[in-house]
Structures are given as structure tokens and as C-alpha cells.
């Protein structure tokens, strides 16, 4: 074995170990409230009703719910869910800048929604193990001719990382079986595969599993077989359990995502705050809805009691059957045969599992989430800032750390991996495309999300508008003057260009509409100068038949 084989398998086996009390407590997570990922401690074979420890669904039901909230939230499908911009508004509004960036976000879009990616099912599977286990883990990288990308979930058991001095995942070991011939497919150089899998590939055996680490290494802590170019950060090696190395290439970007929701101060594994604090009322939930059950069968169909020595034969409850008793029992002594009444106030027990249900709900922030757009009631204008307001509040907890630690690494990774490959135009020797205009040369590729947040605070805006009209509209009653106070119009655009259901091409860009102002105020100038040679010529010819009028009367 290679020594640099021995140092990542030394690596890997130093991040396994210290997980391993991680997986334990993901795996009491999972049986509760994602039932097709226990099997962090052991496996589920194929066929297995893996929920059948679940007396009540429930807790599974609403960590599914706050996944599938979240994917609603910050991918809608009903909409262009990101663009990307830059920061300053007069680079962002600059005509070629403007169309170079609704250019890439074109792009990205065709890259991520193309129908070989994979991005949809990758980001469902990875928004569920954020909702339960607090972290996901997914990976991006080019398809084999490098005419896509290609976006695959893993699981948490199989991956192990660690953070960089910034504080960001920048190493990470997976574990991953392959076959022989996934192995000859991905790696083609058979003269490096062990002699098992030689021997697997000759006899066709397309059954047998080879253990294969794949390793994302910051070359900081690895030293290549070989020497890198300049611009590599990372190596990406492959390499099996008997050390041989598969494949050792040199990477810019780190392909691995991993968002984390919450975490311990000095801890890299985070947890998810739903799950954390709904686990032991997952558990009680369980054991009432057991209890629940018992009691409702014992109400239908009670135990009973039997007199020794009095029933003639065994008991027979079925409909239309006959159970003897002795003919000489006094049934004076009471009943020879006669029901326990156990299953009492079935009642209570039902209403203790609703308030459990219930705390559930608000540990998933489930009663917290409905859209705006879902209020029934009529409310006023003031009313309704307020709703915007709590919901705001009550959201942006949630939309913060998944919008900088999920979506927009997404967007981060498949930008760079885009413009790396040529995607967005031929690029120099920096990675710069050639045909990026200058003014967004050196700035920071950002993005703007379009989701239901964003329009609560667009909401905002348009409420501040017309607010604000309002008083102005007051102002102006007692001083005309004071409108000049205001910038009107770009008070206007702004709240025009966060209408519910409005585009922005609607609005015209500024400089053409400064130029269509210019030409009314000139056409309204040139409108009043005909009005005034209009209005001196009939003056003129008013004065001309008043002074023919006077030299008729004096002659």
C-alpha cells in the first residue's frame, strides 16, 4: 500500500470514529421521523416495512411536512426562483451588465432543471435530512463528456468531513460500494483496480461490491502523487480499502455540499432544532397512541371473567355461538361469565395525543409557514403590514441559514463549475469569460431569491407606497410645495417593480424613460410657445381692429 493511500485511509478512519456517536443519535431520529433513513447502525433490506415501529405517523408526517415546506419556500415552481446580480444598483441596472446576468441566470436554470441532472430528487433528499437530521449532503460534479452537471444526495452515514480554518466544510471521505464494472466505466484504467475486482471484471460478475473511499482533500493536508497546476485547491482522489488509489485529479472547487442548519459552538455536526426538541415528545406520542389503541380494543372487545369450575368447555365469543356453564351454579353469586369494563375515558387519552400533535406542529414551524396568500380573513391595511410584519419575523430564522447555507451554495458551486467549463463563454487564462462586459469585471456574483419571503417584503414596500402617498397627498393640501420634497419617481419604480404578478420589462429602464420625460417636457414647452405666439397674434389683431375701429369713428 502506498503511503499516500495510508494517509487517507488513516484520515477517513480518524473522521468516521468521531461520528460515530452522531450516527447513533441520527439513527433514534430517523426511526421516529424519517423512517427510510434508520439505517445509520445497520441496514434495511430491500422489501422491509422499515415504519413498522411507528404506532402513530405523525411525527414522520410533519418532518415531511417542514421539507416539503421548505422546498416550496425556497425553490417555488410556480416561478424563477433566483437571478443572478451584483451588488450596486447602477451596475445591476447598466443595459449590458443587465443582460450578461439575466444571461447566466438562463443558464444556470437550463444546467440545474436539464433532465439528466438529477437536481430535483438530490435537493428533495437533501431538504429532508436538513428538516431531521440538521445537514445534508450533496455533490456536483461534470458528467462524463463535461456537457453537464450532475447533482447526486448521499447519505449521512457514508460521509464524514471536517471544517477549513475559515469555518467552512472543506474536506470530506465517502464511503461508496461499486461494482467492477462501475469501476472500469468511472475509472477506465483497469491496470490500477486490485486483483479481486480484475478477476470480478473477467468473470462478469456484476453482483459483487467493491469498498471505495472517495476523498475531497484540501492540498493543504495532501501531498499528490504528482504535481498540480497552480490554480488547484483540492485533490480528488479515489482509492479502495486495500490502498489502491484509483484516480488522484487535481480540483478548483470544492464539489461537496454540505448545509448545516444549527450548531454547537466547536462542534462541526449540527442538529436540527425541530427535531432536537420534538425527539422526546416523539417518543411519549408513541407509547399514548399504544396505550390509546389498548384501550379502545379492550372497549370493544373486553377481557373476561370466568367462575372456577363453572364454564362447561372453552369460552366461545364469536356471533351466534354458545359457552355452557354448570346447571347447578347459582348465578345469585353473580355472573359465571361476565366482561372486565377496562377501556374507560378513551376520550382523555385522545385529547392528550391532540396537544402532543399540536406541540409537534410548533416544534416543525408548521403552524408558523402558511403564505400570507392563505389568509381567509378580511383584514384592513394596517392589519395586514402587521400579518407581514410577524410573518417576516417569524420566517427569516428559518430563510436566513437556508439561503446561505443551502440554496446559495447551489447556485455558488454551479456558477463557478459553469464559468469554469466555459459555459457561459470562452474564458481566459484567469477563468474570466472574454465576453463579460467590463462592469462586472472583479465584482461578486451574487443572487436574489424570489420566494415567498421576498414577497412579504415586497408586500412592505408596496404598503410603505402607498403609505407614503397618503401623506404626501395630505402635505400638498396645505403646501404645494413640499412635493418637490420627494423623490416621486423613484418611489414609484420601486414599489411598481414589486407588484404581485407584474414583469419587469413593464417598466421601462431609466434612461429611456428620462427621454421619453425630456420629450414631453419639450413637446409641453413647444406646446406653450405656439400658445403664446398664438395667443400674441390674436393680441396683435385685436389691437390692429381696435385701431381701425377708433380712425373709422374720428373720420
Not at 44 to 56: H, Q, R
Not at 263 to 276: D, E, L, R
Not at 360 to 367: D, E, K, R, T
Not at 469 to 477: D, N, P, R
Request: overall charge negative.
Amino acid at each position: 500500500m502506498e503511503q499516500r493511500a495510508k494517509d487517507l485511509m488513516a484520515m477517513g478512519d480518524r473522521l468516521f470514529n468521531a461520528k460515530s456517536s452522531q450516527d447513533a443519535l441520527n439513527q433514534e431520529i430517523a426511526e421516529y421521523f424519517r423512517p427510510e433513513r434508520a439505517d445509520f447502525t445497520g441496514d434495511i433490506e430491500m422489501g422491509e416495512e422499515f415504519a413498522s415501529n411507528l404506532v402513530d405517523p405523525f411525527p414522520a408526517m410533519v418532518c415531511r411536512e417542514l421539507s416539503d415546506q421548505i422546498g416550496s419556500m425556497v425553490r417555488p415552481s410556480d416561478r424563477q426562483w433566483f437571478k443572478h446580480t451584483v451588488e450596486g444598483k447602477d451596475v445591476a441596472r447598466h443595459d449590458g451588465a443587465k443582460e450578461y446576468l439575466e444571461y447566466m441566470t438562463e443558464v444556470s436554470r437550463a444546467v440545474l432543471y436539464s433532465r439528466d441532472s438529477g437536481f430535483r430528487r438530490a435537493a428533495n433528499e437533501v431538504e429532508k435530512d436538513w428538516s431531521a437530521f440538521g445537514m445534508g449532503w450533496m455533490q456536483v460534479s461534470y458528467s462524463a463528456d463535461r456537457s453537464n452537471l450532475m447533482y447526486r444526495s448521499h447519505h449521512l452515514k457514508n460521509c464524514a468531513g471536517e471544517e477549513g480554518p475559515d469555518g467552512q466544510v472543506d474536506h470530506v471521505h465517502r464511503k461508496c460500494d461499486m461494482t467492477a464494472r462501475s469501476m472500469l466505466h468511472q475509472f477506465r484504467d483497469e491496470s490500477k483496480f486490485p486483483q479481486a475486482v480484475k478477476d470480478a471484471l473477467k468473470e462478469k460478475d456484476d453482483k459483487k461490491t467493491f469498498k471505495v473511499q472517495h476523498c475531497f482533500v484540501p492540498l493543504t493536508k495532501y501531498e499528490p502523487g504528482r504535481k498540480f497546476p497552480k490554480w488547484a485547491k483540492w485533490a480528488d482522489v479515489y482509492v479502495t480499502e486495500d490502498g489502491a488509489i484509483l484516480q488522484e485529479l487535481p480540483s478548483a472547487t470544492f464539489d461537496y455540499i454540505a448545509p448545516r442548519w444549527q450548531t454547537v459552538s466547536g462542534k462541526f455536526y449540527p442538529f436540527s432544532p425541530a427535531t432536537i426538541i420534538a425527539l422526546p415528545q416523539a417518543r411519549m406520542l408513541q407509547r399514548m397512541m399504544g396505550t390509546i389503541i389498548e384501550a379502545g380494543e379492550k372497549q370493544v372487545d373486553p377481557p373476561l371473567v370466568a367462575a372456577a369450575d363453572v364454564i362447561m368447555g372453552p369460552v366461545d365469543i364469536t356471533s351466534g355461538s354458545i359457552t355452557y356453564i354448570d346447571s347447578e351454579y347459582d348465578e345469585r353469586l353473580g355472573a359465571g361469565l361476565r366482561p372486565l369494563d377496562l377501556g374507560k375515558n378513551v376520550n382523555l387519552g385522545e385529547r392528550l395525543v391532540m396537544d402532543q400533535r399540536d406541540l409537534l406542529s410548533q416544534a416543525f414551524f408548521i403552524n408558523k409557514l402558511a403564505p400570507l396568500s392563505n389568509r381567509d380573513k378580511e383584514v384592513t391595511a394596517y392589519e395586514a403590514s402587521q400579518l407581514v410584519q410577524e410573518y417576516i419575523r417569524t420566517a427569516l430564522p428559518l430563510f436566513e441559514p437556508i439561503e446561505d447555507e443551502w440554496t446559495g451554495r447551489v447556485l455558488d458551486l454551479t456558477t463557478e463549475k459553469i464559468m469554469r467549463n466555459g459555459g457561459f463563454g470562452q474564458i481566459d487564462a484567469n477563468g474570466v469569460p472574454l465576453n463579460m462586459p467590463d462592469e462586472l469585471l472583479g465584482r461578486e456574483i451574487k443572487y436574489e431569491f424570489n420566494n415567498s419571503l421576498k414577497e412579504a417584503r415586497d408586500r412592505q414596500i408596496i404598503t410603505g407606497y402607498s403609505e407614503s402617498s397618503q401623506l404626501i397627498a395630505a402635505a400638498a393640501e396645505m403646501d404645494p410645495g413640499v412635493v418637490s420634497d420627494v423623490n416621486t419617481r423613484d418611489m414609484f419604480r420601486d414599489a411598481f417593480s414589486v407588484v404581485p404578478g407584474g414583469r419587469s420589462d413593464w417598466l421601462h429602464p431609466k434612461e429611456v424613460a428620462d427621454k421619453a420625460r425630456q420629450a414631453q417636457q419639450e413637446a409641453a414647452q413647444q406646446q406653450q410657445m405656439m400658445q403664446q405666439v398664438q395667443q400674441g397674434a390674436q393680441v396683435a389683431t385685436d389691437v390692429g381692429n381696435a385701431a381701425q375701429a377708433l380712425g373709422a369713428l374720428n373720420g
